[in-house]
């Protein structure tokens, strides 16, 4: 006789519990959901040697937050600079620098290497910047600067 009691108490424990969890929407035993957030680890800045940006050339590398080619340039001897090659006129692809310039092959429009300022137009905004830091013979891609 007690047997019965000691479970019919524990079988309305068990449906209180369960009715508390469905009320304060907290289940102790389920498995903890995935997240579809990215992972906080960030991926390694992209880098190049210094040796494969001669001076007036560019070395390409892709911004890692949003897939986007970025050249690594040097206008000037030791002078290190990134731009965007995602024209801001129409977003076409510009060129890597030649003769100083980046150039955009589907309106035309040029953009300095060295500050990535707009030369000819249509284009009216300069290419987005990116910091550079040289280490020893690496060159790093730094944050988006503009
Ligand atoms: Fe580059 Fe138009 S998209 S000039």
């Known amino acids: 006789m007690d047997g019965g009691i000691a479970a019919v108490a524990i079988g309305g424990a068990g449906l209180l519990s369960g009715s508390l969890t469905r009320t304060f ?6 498995a903890p959901k995935q997240s579809a ?3 906080p680890v960030a991926a390694p800045a992209p880098a190049v040697a210094a040796a494969s940006v001669p001076v007036g050339g560019s070395a390409q590398v892709k911004d890692p937050a949003t ?8 206008p000037k001897a ?3 600079c990134a731009f965007s090659s995602v024209c801001t006129h129409s977003g ?6 030649r003769n100083g310039q980046l150039y955009c092959p589907c309106h035309g429009s040029r953009f300095d290497a060295a500050t990535g300022a707009v030369v000819n137009g249509p284009a009216v905004k300069p290419l987005p910047r990116y910091g550079v830091t040289k280490d020893g013979d690496q060159l790093t891609l730094g ?3 503009s």
């Open 25 to 30: 929407g907290r289940n102790r035993t389920a």
């Open 37 to 39: 957030a990215p992972d």
């Open 67 to 74: 897939g986007d080619a970025v050249y690594i340039v040097q």
């Open 78 to 80: 030791g002078q290190y």
């Open 92 to 97: 076409c692809a510009v060129d890597a620098p």
């Open 143 to 145: 944050p988006l600067q």
